[in-house]
């Protein structure tokens, strides 16, 4: 091998990569050398160490993740590119966790890999610190596409980091979701996550929601309250639309970031606080600067590492895999049989628009669910609202994308009612009328039009109090 040469290790079960791999950095006047197992790299590295090393993570016997902890216990400062074609958060959590210098999701551009082989030879990274702990899955946080690619690598380059953070992002896009990730794979994940929309607290009431108040600081303040600040010391604090919080509130929110402690609302003692804050904004919070709305010293303290969530119409290949997951958890949360989208019926809504972003996703899933009449969600089914097809005056989908909203409407109001019980009670007192009076009162006729015997017409109508209505 020639010595002025950069020695770089490929280590991948698939043939097909290594080539393609090993002929890119041959092109690149690289010295690649290529393992199809782990095994046999580990045999060959106690006769010598390449300058990088590039590894899959699945792969028989030892894989990528082992071998990434293996390598950060015996050759710390090796740099060590991780691809992978199962490209979800937990991998790219894990993979710079186990001390990778950069995880690279499958497909990848060639040019993007040499580059970033030459970037890993110049820097002298040095992981040799133990593992932390993953946590739990976030389920809901999933993506294929590349712009949610860079949000999991974020989130991995953040796992050892207690640092401020700025989440910017349209409405529903799951900004929350990203802050409970940062918090589950951050050294304070056994202390406490506390989120605080600040838009949904009035203005007046903010402050002593944040930092609390003593007994009798105002008119109300019957007993002391301790505020979110408190309750998330040795924590996170993730602090939602924070472009609507007022002047006086961003001149108090400096302070702490800046200080680390506050006084309570009519309090004396200044409170010390080890608190992670995560906000959030969909709002363009450098304009709100220029014009005035926003304190330019408060966005620098916030703004140190930004991570932006991806509207759902720009990663429009992960709305499969969230309308499965969705739709899955749907039928969990209602008690019903999991629905299958039919593939026209997915084309249509991959080609919606989605201005509600996830959390509008989430929305329709639980409606199909609702008004889909069998376990294949039709393209008749989609509501025109969401790119179906107009429904006709008296078709069965009018009137159950009418039961849908009925049903939206209840569950949003938290009702205490079972919801299936009042649904059938009162689609069977609707349909005994209907029947009953297209038989001119005759119950045995209106029972064979029902499909129920005589007796039981009779004993619903009683059990409904129908009685002095026929």
């Known amino acids: 091998m020639a010595d ?60 990528g993740l082992e071998l990434l902890e293996r390598m950060s216990a015996t050759h710390p400062e090796l740099p060590i590119i991780v691809i992978t074609a ?60 590349p712009a949610m690619q860079e949000v999991f690598r974020s989130i991995g380059r953040l796992a050892r980091s207690s640092m401020t953070v700025m989440i910017t992002g349209e409405s529903g896009t799951g900004k929350e979701l990203v802050a409970r990730a940062l918090h589950q794979h951050s050294p304070r994940a056994n202390k406490t996550f506390v989120a605080l929309n600040t838009a949904a607290i009035a203005a007046e009431l903010l402050e002593s929601e944040l930092f609390g108040h003593e007994k009798g600081s105002f008119t109300g303040a019957d007993s002391r309250r301790i505020g979110r600040f408190e309750q998330a010391s040795g924590g996170t604090l993730f602090l939602d639309e924070i472009g609507d919080m007022s002047a006086a509130l961003q001149t108090r929110l400096l302070r702490v970031l800046a200080e680390s402690e506050f006084y309570r609302v009519g309090g004396q003692d200044a409170i010390k606080v080890d608190v992670r804050v995560i906000a959030a904004t969909n709002q363009n919070l450098s304009r709100a600067v220029r014009e005035g709305r926003f304190r330019e010293d408060l966005y620098h303290r916030l703004n140190v590492i930004r991570i932006d969530t991806p509207p759902l119409r720009n990663r429009r290949e992960d709305i499969p895999l969230l309308l499965a997951h969705y739709l899955a958890a749907a039928a969990r949360d209602l008690d019903v049989s999991s629905k299958a989208l039919s593939p026209e019926a997915l084309v249509m809504l991959q080609a919606f628009e989605w201005p509600g972003n996830v959390r509008q996703l989430v929305n329709v899933c639980r409606r199909l669910t609702v008004i889909a009449p069998g376990n294949i969600i039709a393209a008749a089914d989609i509501p025109e609202e969401l790119g179906g097809q107009p429904a006709m005056p008296g078709s069965p989908r009018e009137w159950l994308n009418g039961l849908a909203a009925w049903a939206e409407r209840e569950l949003r109001a938290g009702t205490s009612e079972p919801l299936m019980a009042r649904a059938t009670s009162d689609l069977e007192r609707t349909m005994i009328r209907v029947a009953l009076r297209q038989a001119g009162g005759q119950r045995q006729l209106a029972a064979k039009m029902l499909g129920w015997g005589r007796n039981t017409l009779t004993r619903k109508i009683r059990a409904l109090n129908l009685d002095d209505e026929f």
């Open 86 to 145: 199962h490209s979800d958060l937990d991998n790219a959590v894990a993979a710079y966790q186990g001390g990778a210098f950069e995880y690279l999701p499958k497909p990848f551009d060639l040019d993007d890999a040499i580059a970033l082989v030459n970037k890993a030879a110049r820097r002298n990274t040095n992981n040799n610190e133990d593992a932390l702990m993953l946590p739990a899955v976030i389920p809901s946080l999933i993506g294929q596409a």
């Open 4 to 63: 002025n040469k950069l020695q770089v290790w490929v280590v991948d079960d698939d043939h097909s990569v290594r080539w393609v791999l090993e002929k890119a950095l041959r092109q690149a006047d690289m010295e690649p050398r290529s393992f199809e197992r782990a095994e046999h790299l580990l045999e060959a590295i106690e006769h010598g160490v390449p300058d990088v090393l590039i590894t899959d993570v699945r792969m028989p016997g030892v894989d």
